[in-house]
DNA sequence: GAAAAAACTTGACAAATATCAAGAGGGATC
DNA sequence: GATCCCTCTTGATATTTGTCAAGTTTTTTC
């Protein structure tokens, strides 16, 4: 399964043998049954977990213990709580997958280590982040601006292969919307 | 002015007189008057701005013409669009002064020649990049699960400093809710 | 310091969205 | 293949928030 991974990384980045050698060595493998826990609110998070296959899903769950999911990961996506790592304090989330799935796991400290004997690698994981940033912002730019509609046609048009693999109420959760006017807008778009 | 910017940065990292040398070199302090652009939508963006004083604003600007509030930079906050940066398509986005403000810019590819002579700085740029995006993922949750009421609570816990400097309309525009609305919410809030 | 502009508040009403409740459909499981 | 669970839909109603309009207060400008 590390050949998902492996796949992704030399379609970003030139890399020697010896260099995939340390992704390979530091590299733990892990599969997840649907439901399982990647992260559980209150533990600390101290990894990088790339996903090989199936999809996670990134949530909070708040007084009333209505889930609020802040972001999916399907294949090629990179999935953990940045802030607990961060801050080296309890994470506030929950990653758990919506479907079987195999993620790459690499220790903070482990891949702090790769990325200072593989310095194309590091810069890729800075535009990463950049460009991480960016997509996070402009979803807030969404939540300022727009209607339910308007959010829900926005994400099925820039994710469109989480829209159908992901059921369709996680997809409210993640618009901040109620499964009811998820529904109710989509009924009326597809008249439109 | 640029030692606000020096201030801040020997804050945060420990740098010698020669590559404090660089940064001065490099740096081209602009002075806005309030309601002076620094960033017009349709313009590419291809510089970071250190606030030194003052307090600017990135907002939007609608189909119907209403400006959204993406975020407020004051003194000792970077500003500018990455999006814009990392693609060199031209800005969706607009940035201006609402006060009379002073920005020390650094041309990107100078920003880059820094950061490649000075390590300890890239890496600080990283961690704030790191920082910036829990921000951003914080505030998507907040959207996702808060009330008006509770946005803005959250808002002056965790900005005090802009909260009491930027007018009460743009706060609202921030936080994605109608000025009305933010009027009634905070009238209520006081008598709790 | 007067005039103009901008910011804020308030009320009445409209629109969007949430909530509650019931039921229908589809897929997993034994 | 029957049962159960999960998901989605739909209707009725409640709540939140937005819109429009007017008036008041505050700030800016000359």
Redesign the pocket.
Same mark, same amino acid.
């Given at each position: 399964m590390i050949h998902v991974f492996k796949k992704y990384l030399i379609d970003k980045i030139t890399i020697t043998d010896e260099e995939w050698a340390l992704f390979e060595q530091y590299g733990v493998m892990k599969k997840l049954r649907k439901h399982q826990y990647l992260l559980q609110e209150g533990d600390v998070w101290k990894l990088n977990a790339f996903v090989c296959q199936g999809c996670l899903r990134k949530y909070h769950v708040d007084d009333k213990g209505i889930e609020h999911i802040v972001f999916f990961s399907i294949e090629n996506y990179w999935t953990g709580d940045r802030e607990s790592l961060l801050s080296g304090l309890p994470a506030k989330s929950n990653i758990d997958a919506i479907e079987d799935s195999v993620v790459l796991l690499y220790s903070i400290e482990n891949f702090e280590l790769i990325k200072s004997k593989i310095p194309a690698f590091k810069d890729f994981v800075i535009g990463l982040l950049e460009r991480s940033f960016v997509v996070s912002q402009n979803r807030v730019h969404s939540f300022i601006s727009q !209607?339910?509609?308007e959010k829900y046609l926005d994400f099925i048009k820039t994710s469109p292969q989480i829209a159908k693999r992901v &059921?369709?109420?996680?997809i409210a959760s993640y618009l901040?919307? /109620? &499964?009811? !006017?998820? /529904? %109710?807008? %989509?009924?009326s778009a597809v008249k439109k």
């Amino acid at each position: 399964m590390i050949h998902v991974f492996k796949k992704y990384l030399i379609d970003k980045i030139t890399i020697t043998d010896e260099e995939w050698a340390l992704f390979e060595q530091y590299g733990v493998m892990k599969k997840l049954r649907k439901h399982q826990y990647l992260l559980q609110e209150g533990d600390v998070w101290k990894l990088n977990a790339f996903v090989c296959q199936g999809c996670l899903r990134k949530y909070h769950v708040d007084d009333k213990g209505i889930e609020h999911i802040v972001f999916f990961s399907i294949e090629n996506y990179w999935t953990g709580d940045r802030e607990s790592l961060l801050s080296g304090l309890p994470a506030k989330s929950n990653i758990d997958a919506i479907e079987d799935s195999v993620v790459l796991l690499y220790s903070i400290e482990n891949f702090e280590l790769i990325k200072s004997k593989i310095p194309a690698f590091k810069d890729f994981v800075i535009g990463l982040l950049e460009r991480s940033f960016v997509v996070s912002q402009n979803r807030v730019h969404s939540f300022i601006s727009q !209607t339910a509609e308007e959010k829900y046609l926005d994400f099925i048009k820039t994710s469109p292969q989480i829209a159908k693999r992901v &059921p369709q109420h996680m997809i409210a959760s993640y618009l901040g919307i /109620s &499964p009811e !006017t998820l /529904s %109710r807008v %989509r009924k009326s778009a597809v008249k439109k």
